[in-house]
């Protein structure tokens, strides 16, 4: 069964940090590439963070590049956001998701998880 479950989403005042981690079924993890994706209240969905593999090298949106890092536990087929210096633009549900290609495209992507509610605050 693929299943993506995210957690760690929360509040936080603006320059703050949080650790989003997504626990991914054993299939989903081996079989497509791993992302975390964001849609904001009366926004499309945009592509945050797409993992690294043996091929491709890890892509982030222009506007986290600095401040997110995105990284993978293979162990545990757990992907993680680490997100720093958060801005009230960073508002958003975040998505974790699995893609049949590497891209930051939501049409790339096959699988997702329910979300996990970002808000940041001044």
């Known amino acids: 069964q693929v299943q993506l479950l995210e957690s760690g989403g929360g509040s936080v005042q603006a320059g703050g940090s949080l650790r989003l981690t997504c626990v991914a079924s054993?299939?989903?993890?081996?079989?497509?590439?791993m992302a975390w994706f964001r849609q904001a209240p009366g926004k499309e969905r945009e592509g945050v963070a797409v993992?690294?593999?043996?091929?491709?090298?890890?892509i982030y949106a222009l506007s986290v590049k600095g401040r997110f890092t995105i990284s993978q536990d293979n162990a545990e087929n757990e992907l993680y956001l680490q997100m720093n210096n958060l801005k009230q633009d960073d508002t958003a549900m975040y998505y974790c998701a699995g893609g049949v290609r590497h891209s930051l495209r939501p049409e790339d992507f096959v699988v997702w998880g329910q979300g996990t509610q970002v808000t940041v605050y001044s």
């Open positions: 054993e299939f989903a993890y081996r079989r497509y590439y």
């Open positions: 993992a690294g593999t043996n091929m491709y090298s890890t």
